[in-house]
């Protein structure tokens, strides 16, 4: 049961606030899910994104996505450690093994996907608090 908890747990919707910004998030950590994230999706509504929970230091590619992203590294004391700024899909065709990485210059926990744009218009910075719920 706990198994089919978790993965019930994985398709909720929550709230991640940095500063005085809410987040709907859907959460995701399976690897599967992890690998999917939101590849495939047309877009992503202003104040949304996906929260993923790391189960170890992960790389994120931009395989299947439509639109650009920031990617909110957040480490295990619940502040932003790093932020990739403006994540850009890559062209269809591209061969898996030349696809970007993207990955946190220091240890993360949790990442959160957002809209490109989203990390400097509303000014969030490294060691910005995050809180998930």
């Known amino acids: 049961w706990r198994r089919s908890l978790k993965l019930i747990m994985a398709k909720l919707e929550r709230i991640v606030k940095i500063k005085d910004i809410n987040f709907v998030v859907e959460v995701v950590s399976t690897p599967t899910d992890t690998a999917k994230g ?17 189960q170890s230091p992960t790389q994120f590619w931009m395989k299947d996505m439509q639109f650009s992203l920031d990617i909110i590294w957040i480490g295990d004391t619940g502040k932003i450690v790093d932020i990739t700024k403006d ?19 220091l240890p993360a926990k949790y990442a959160l996907e957002i809209n490109a744009g989203e990390a400097d218009s509303f000014q969030l910075s490294i060691g910005d608090r995050v809180t998930y719920y």
């Open 87 to 105: 994540a850009k899909p890559s062209p269809p065709e591209t061969p898996m093994w030349l696809l970007p990485l993207y990955s946190s210059r």
């Open 38 to 54: 939101l590849s495939g999706r047309a877009a992503l509504k202003p104040r949304t994104g996906m929260f993923f929970i790391l």
